[in-house]
């Protein structure tokens, strides 16, 4: 490639961003923000699609169905000089910033067709390179259909935690992951999980992670994922935007917090209760921490893509905004990490409070709720500068568990004066 064509392909993608993205790629220097006291957050988390396809055709897949098809031009499978770059571009990144933790996650489509040997090997390569002193986490997501008994205790060996997709019940659950042929994947699913279960497994098992349904029944839903005896569930919105609305989204409705809330209220105050991301977020907020996802809160994003031709992208969820909402034009083979702390996207989804629109930032919710995911805050043909679609739904669920916890420390309260 040479350097016209590598200045070429940059032009057109700012101007396509201007275009569909106004907010922040017309409007935000990172530049400026630098000379105006904004630090950027450096890259913990590091996503690998080292196999772009998968067994899998979930009808709501929002890298296959959605509006952004660049997965068809990319290689199937994430060929050795790239996934050694990302890593060597990684470990610099660590040393430069000093970082005392990273975590690489092995993505897709499917990571396990990828095949075990390469794993071994991208894991070996990774675990020699980062400095001394950078603890080195290596993570999975995938939908179990490929985790046989040889292929858990591989992972188990090599350090591998695994999240696994799950709808919930086998009914809900193949009504949308099935395979190619049509058939549904909950029963190689559920044999996987009772695989993670056992204890000899279960340093390999991450947890579950399941996209909320309002057509589903949330208690049971909830209960058929709690018998997997999972370290964690992490409950996601579905994808959406002001051009692309949520499925069941009715004015004046909450659906997705209802169905929240329903979980909500059989998950709080058990004794031992399953971990819920979204939830102990949502406390941790509550009672003045911060928050470890995307989906709450304001804390600055440190994750990247590496996609399987070497592309340093955003993050997945993007891709349900426009076509190319990901891409930030750089390659890892080229271009060191912090080549994207120049990219307004990148700086947009740092910047906290900056980030938000007016009517966040007079919300009362907003310290938790920090604008909702920052994909779900697009709107064509003005971007990401506004209220999450789900707003209503965030600020009903937010409310909700604000109140259970705000009766309580009144109750603990009240029997401490006694
Ligand atoms: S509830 Fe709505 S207005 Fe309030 S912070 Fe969240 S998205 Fe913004």
Partial sequence: MTVLSVGGAAATLRQAQRAAAPWPYAELDPERLRAAGWRPT????????????????????????????????????????IWQAAVDNLARHATTHGLRRVQVILHGGEPLLFRLDRIERLVGHLRARMPEGTETRVGMQTNGVLLTRPVVSRLVDLRIAVGVSVDGTAEDHDRHRRTHAGRGSFAAVARALDLLREP????????????????TDPVRTFETLSAFEPPMIDFLLPHANWGEPPTHARPGATPYADWLIAVFDRW???SEPVRIRLFDDILALLLGGASGSEQVGLSPAGMLVVESDGALEQVDALKSAYPGAAATGLDVRRDELDAVFDDAGVAARQLGPQALSGACLSCPVVRV??????????RPGEGFLNPSVYCDDMRRLIDHVSARVAADLQRAAASEKR
């Avoid at 196999?51 to 009808?59: E, K, P």
Wanted: charged content about 25%; glycine content about 8%; proline content about 6%.
């Fill in 42 to 81: 450096p890259i913990r988390d590091l996503i690998l699609k080292i196999h772009q396809r998968c067994n899998l055709a979930c009808d709501y897949c929002y890298v296959y169905e959605s509006t952004d098809q660049t997965w068809r031009d990319r290689p199937a499978v994430m060929a050795d000089e």
């Fill in 200 to 215: 000899a497994n279960r340093p390999a098992y991450a947890g579950i992670l399941t996209t909320v349904s309002p057509d």
């Fill in 268 to 270: 709080y105050g058990r």
């Fill in 369 to 378: 709720c920090g604008g909702g995911h920052y994909a779900h805050r697009y």
